[in-house]
């Protein structure tokens, strides 16, 4: 099981290459992405942390709580993808290493 205390499970990785769309203000986009790569991380390490706890005692449950999550990664991908696009080229976002 993962430490709870440990922040740097739950953070997002601290650098990124970004390509901004052209119009986009750079700190905003950086911003948002960030944000949300952090807010998503933390979630699925909530999440994973609790069917290390509770799955084997629960295993139902805990393949509902994968169904759900499966189904909520699902649906966030599918509305990511139709939100509205400029007409310059798309976000990109990799992992520097």
């Known amino acids: 099981m993962r430490n709870s205390h440990d922040h740097n499970d739950s953070e997002a990785p601290s650098e990124f290459h970004l390509e901004v769309p052209a119009g986009d203000d750079a700190r905003t986009s950086e911003h948002l992405v960030q ?3 952090a807010l998503l991380t933390r979630a699925l390490t909530e999440i994973t942390e609790l069917l290390d706890t509770y799955g084997a005692r629960a295993p ?3 393949r509902r ?3 759900l999550a499966t189904i ?21 976002l990799a992992r520097r290493r």
């Open 35 to 37: 944000t949300a790569v």
């Open 65 to 67: 709580v994968t169904d």
């Open 72 to 92: 909520v990664a699902t649906s966030t991908v599918t509305w990511l993808r139709c939100w509205p696009q400029p007409d310059s080229a798309p976000l990109r």
């Open 60 to 62: 139902e449950s805990a």
